[in-house]
Nanobody
């Protein structure tokens, strides 16, 4: 069982990137999936989350209106569309998943059981 995040890269400020999270060996059904990021010298922070069953979505205030999380059922992927990227969005982005997360814990890294290796997003001026 492995989570993998991919799609990172170098983009100019104002540009867009789409990250994807793949759950090999099982389906996301019944899971909550979260995206987190960690910039150099900073703590890991919540970016966005989605409950696969039901589709409830959650966003950090810093990305609301710019990022969109979605599920792609046919491919068993969770995507994070990032638009209007800013220099401060530069970070390693990781996805995480867990079965039993109550709404109040969606933003907490400690609530997640599975973590994938991150993918680097670099926003340049």
């Amino acid at each position: 069982v492995q989570l993998q995040a991919f799609g990172g890269g170098l983009v100019q400020a104002g540009g867009s990137l789409r990250l994807s999270c793949e759950f090999s060996g099982r389906t996301f059904s019944g899971y909550t999936v979260g995206w987190f990021r960690q910039a150099p010298g900073k703590e890991r922070e919540f970016v966005s989350g989605i409950k696969w069953s039901g589709g409830s979505t959650y966003y950090a205030d810093s990305v609301k209106g710019r990022f969109t999380i979605s599920k792609e059922s046919a491919k068993n992927l969770v995507n994070l569309q990032m638009n209007s990227l800013r220099l401060e969005d530069t970070a390693v982005y990781s996805c995480a998943a867990s079965r039993t997360i109550i709404q109040s814990s969606v933003r907490m890294p400690s609530a997640y059981s599975y973590w994938g290796q991150g993918t680097l997003v670099t926003v340049s001026s």
